[in-house]
């Protein structure tokens, strides 16, 4: 085991804070895309990260900036960056000169802390305060109303305030403000022992629960210089890509509801049921939790016969697709419904299924791979138009290509360990993990000081795709907001965290 | 014929009879570990030691076990040397009163669970209930849209979700109540007319475990609201729901007394 391991898979580079503007519009220019975007802290000085990818199965590009704690913000050159940013400011007291929308993100206004709580000292103390409401801009006019809608809305859905301004069915802004579900899970690692600590990932985003633990997993693998065992390696595959499998089919319920097809919408949520139903047979959690663990799986599963066990669900689902792309008045409501240009999509970092709807063709599995991966043979389906109807063709495909790898998976599978031995290792190690979990990119960075874990950063999905939802929403109409909502598939837990 | 009517006919009917008869869907969902005090060792901390949540504390030699802290995580099941504590298919963990979570070695015999307020007749077979996500995961919601699927057809009982709180007669609650949502909780309470009832779903919401003790997180409705019913498990299966609705509604008997399963 190498000593010290710094971030994986990354080419470091140090910059300051005065070259950082130039820096960034040069990675802009030559096609890189931000990742992320995270602060810590090294004795006392505050540390900014940018990850970028530079391109397929190529390092990541680390930027580094040791800094105090006001630097430029890179909002405007880089839009996407402009969430990331206000979360440092929120939660580590940072501050970002030139900032177009310097407003309060993840504690809100008429909230506060006694002191930040990722800031230079730790957090102290409980989050307290009252309702105010959001920084908004004005809209003003005859025949405008004006809805807050939330936090607590019609049927069982998460928690979260959407306001609409507009005149009619016209929709002229529409805000969603978020984090009412704040949990502070990333100062909840702090101070665990790293090996323990996947049980908090799984919590981060229950439908998730795969995602979040094993790009988590993979983080402190990578940290420590841990290899998997081949069999956990494939084991791991088959548990995200049913984790893929019961989301791909409660997304199509969801949408089959919202566009009011009732049957095609219980015939979702039925196949998602039946895939959440094998999921406790095959490992006691239906949720697929408490399986994965530092260095592999806890213990071993029985998925060789897994084929036949979902042979049933393949095959109604895919009738069942079929069917859904059969009906027009379906596929009328989602043609044309929400637009995303390719270029909102890459400045604002949609990912997942909605990016590759909007021709961004990206995929962690197939671009960085992890786990067994890189031994497996899947497409990854891109569309152009950026529609509700190119967002759920890419689901469909992306369902059928997860049966696939379940199918290749559970083929490959040989006997042998499934989880490795290792020591936790004395002094400093920091690591990175990245899963494609159904809704997207997902990363994981972690440090660690003697086996207990000082900062981790969770750059889920859901936190890029909400950045760019409201850009399909303005300006179009109140009929279709339900329809294009659930064609992105979001979830709000593991945005607010 | 329209096709989705002929494919939903053809298909024919996927709900269970459960509980009356038929499956309950849960075959193979681990519930919460068993603890057999006399296989434990007084001298040992293991299973306290890897309980992430503090649902397993030892005090004076002794271990305390509360199932309202636990996660189902199955750590001490794996760490425990004496096999003290093993797994189980118990998850229909909704109790009347906080305290038949908290592991005890005498039982209080069966009035004890009688205490929870009755439940109206008229309400028995037609429940409606409000929903509140006070800073969930998202897998409670998960487990709780499920309801609404064809397999466990929760209409079939009877139950069904109401969007505002007028109409509701149960507050069913998930997350440990983060501080922004601690005011719409409680407007959403204050809404809903007598008598009301309130379910705390999921372990975040009846001990705020393992959310709470941070920056951002609750402590759940303990001393927030008056709960009637509260139902640990990380997240409670559609099943385990169900048993808490017809125990709150009379219509199943409570399984749990003194962190005892099986002695209601």
């Known amino acids: ?497 | 014929m329209p096709v989705w009517t002929w494919t939903g006919l053809k298909a024919g009917k996927a709900a269970t009879r459960w509980p009356q008869r038929g499956p309950d869907g849960q075959e193979g969902v681990l519930g919460m570990p068993r603890w057999d005090p006399a296989a434990c060792r007084s001298d040992c901390n293991t299973c306290a030691a890897a309980c992430p949540t503090g649902a397993i504390t030892v005090a004076n030699g002794t271990a305390v076990v509360d199932y309202g802290r636990c996660i189902v995580c199955q750590r001490c099941v794996e760490d425990c040397p004496e096999g003290a504590m093993t797994s189980s298919y118990d998850w229909a963990f909704g109790v009347r009163r906080r305290e038949d979570l908290i592991w005890t070695a005498a039982l209080d015999g069966p009035e004890g669970q009688q205490v929870g307020k009755r439940v109206a007749r008229s309400l028995r077979r037609s429940l409606h209930i409000r929903h509140v996500d006070a800073g969930s995961c998202n897998g409670c919601e998960s487990e709780i849209s499920a309801l609404d699927n064809p397999f466990y057809n929760l209409h079939r009982l009877g139950i069904f979700f109401t969007p505002s709180p007028r109409f509701a007669d149960l507050l069913m609650v998930t997350g440990p109540v983060t501080a922004p949502m601690r005011e719409p909780l409680l407007a959403t309470w204050e809404a809903m007319p007598e008598p009301r009832l309130v379910l705390a779903t999921g372990t975040c919401a009846v001990s705020g475990a393992p959310m709470d003790g941070g920056y951002a997180g609750g402590h759940g409705l303990n001393e927030l609201l008056p709960v009637d019913v509260w139902l640990p498990g990380c997240p409670p299966n559609p099943a385990a729901l169900i048993h808490a609705l017809l125990l709150l509604l009379e219509r199943m008997p409570q399984q749990v007394q003194g962190g005892h399963y099986g002695a209601g």
Not at chain 1, 56 to 74: H, I
Not at chain 1, 212 to 217: F, G, Q, R, S
Not at chain 1, 228 to 235: S, W
Not at chain 1, 290 to 317: C, K
Request: proline share 5%; aromatic share 8%; hydrophobic share 40%.
């Open chain 1, 1 to 497: 085991m190498s000593a010290a391991m710094t971030y994986n898979d990354c080419e470091r580079r140090q910059i300051s804070a005065a070259e950082l503007t130039a820096v960034a519009t040069d990675c802009i220019a030559a096609g890189m895309r931000f990742q992320m975007a995270w602060h810590d802290w090294e004795e006392g000085v505050c540390v900014v990260r940018y990850l970028i990818s530079q391109g397929n199965r190529v390092p990541f590009l680390l930027l580094e900036l040791r800094t105090d704690e006001t630097l430029p913000s890179l909002a405007a050159v880089v839009p996407l960056l402009g969430w990331y940013e206000r979360e440092m400011q929120d939660l580590g007291g940072l501050h970002f000169t030139g900032h177009p929308e310097p407003y309060p993100l993840v504690i809100h206004e008429g909230f506060s802390l006694p002191r930040p709580a990722l800031g230079r000292e730790g957090p102290e103390g409980h989050l307290s305060g009252a309702y105010a409401p959001p920084t908004m801009p004005e809209v003003r006019g005859d025949q405008v109303q004006d809805l807050y809608w939330g936090p607590i809305r019609a049927d069982v859905v998460e928690t979260g305030e959407f306001h609409f301004s507009y005149i009619g069915e016209a929709i002229l802004h529409y805000h969603p403000r978020l984090f009412f579900k704040h949990r502070g899970m990333e100062a909840r690692f702090a101070g665990q022992r790293a090996e323990a600590a996947v049980f908090l990932a799984e919590r981060v985003s229950g439908v998730g629960s795969v995602g979040h633990a094993l790009a988590y997993c993979q983080a402190v693998e990578s940290a420590w210089s841990i290899e998997v065992p081949a069999r956990a390696q494939l084991l791991r595959v088959i548990l995200a890509e049913l984790e893929r499998l019961y989301n791909h089919f409660h997304y199509f319920g969801l949408l089959a509801k919202t566009t009011t097809l009732k049957v095609g919408s219980a015939t979702g949520f039925l196949l998602e049921e039946r895939v959440k139903q094998v999921a406790a047979q095959l490992t006691g959690s239906r949720f697929l939790r408490s399986l994965l663990t530092v260095g592999g799986l806890r213990r071993d599963l029985q998925a060789e016969h897994l084929a036949s066990v979902l042979e049933n669900i393949i095959d109604e689902g895919e009738a069942y697709l079929t069917r859904l792309h059969q009906t027009a008045s379906h596929l009328d409501r989602l043609m044309g419904t929400g637009i995303l240009s390719k270029e909102a999509a890459f400045d604002q970092g949609a990912t997942g299924p909605v990016a590759r709807a909007s021709g961004l063709d990206r995929d962690l599995r197939r671009d960085h791979p992890y786990a067994a991966y890189s031994h497996l043979r899947f497409n990854v389906p891109v569309r152009e138009k950026g529609d509700a109807m190119a967002r759920s063709e890419v689901r469909a495909d992306s369902l059928r290509e997860a049966i696939a790898l379940l199918m290749q998976a559970s083929g490959r599978l040989k006997a042998g360990p499934v989880r490795a031995e290792y020591t936790v290792p004395q002094g400093q190690q920091e690591g990175l993990g990245w899963t494609e979990t159904p809704r997207g990119s997902l990363y994981y960075s972690v440090r660690i000081r003697d086996g207990r874990l000082e900062r981790v950063k969770i750059k889920s999905p859901s936190f890029s795709n909400w950045r760019v939802f409201p850009l399909t929403v303005h300006g179009t109409n109140m009929m279709d907001y339900a329809i294009n909502e659930a064609s992105f598939g979001l979830t709000i837990a593991g945005c607010d965290r």
